[in-house]
């Protein structure tokens, strides 16, 4: 087993998931805030997620809010930005920091994996990281990189 599938984290309701749940599948981990100007990648996230759900493809949200405090509220919030503003139905796990001594693992992992421009740090919201169906780290996407512009990778990995 990877180190990434030997990760956990808890989802927005409150269950300990773990990381080998989604062994065998491609993997976008986003850090999310539903109140920054990036916030609309939520509709591309979903839409890709729909897309490419069947051929193994999943998306999991991190709500974060470390960057400009644009992610104020709770998990009762947080959903109602996510599934009713934005119609995501992809997993969605509690509110984590990304960068500091409190780093979530998946994140500490994942940076160490793919450090970005600024080395290990994450720089904004909608920091995105694809992973292999075997929980390999791919590439890493900025937060300007909208989910529309990650589909050829997505497909070059999915036919892996």
Not at 10 to 25: E, N, V
Request: with cysteine; net charge positive.
């Amino acid at each position: 087993m990877t180190a990434f599938h030997q990760l956990t984290a808890t989802s927005l309701r409150g269950q300990l998931i773990p990381m080998a749940d989604y062994a065998g599948k491609l993997v976008i981990v986003v850090n999310t805030a539903s109140h920054c100007g990036f916030t609309p990648q939520y509709a591309g996230l979903e839409s890709l997620y729909q897309k490419y759900a069947e051929k193994g493809l999943v998306v999991l949200g991190f709500p974060c809010n470390q960057f400009g405090k644009q992610e104020p509220g709770g998990a009762d919030d947080i959903a109602q930005t996510c599934h009713i503003n934005y119609g995501v139905s992809f997993p969605m796990f509690g509110k984590v920091e990304v960068n500091g001594s409190s780093t979530h693992p998946v994140f500490r992992y994942l940076k160490a994996e793919l450090p970005g421009v600024l080395g290990r740090r994450i720089t904004w919201n909608f920091t995105k990281f694809l992973i292999g169906r075997d929980g390999k780290p791919l590439r890493r996407f900025a937060p300007i990189t909208t989910p529309e512009k990650m589909e050829a990778a997505i497909l070059t990995a999915l036919q892996r």
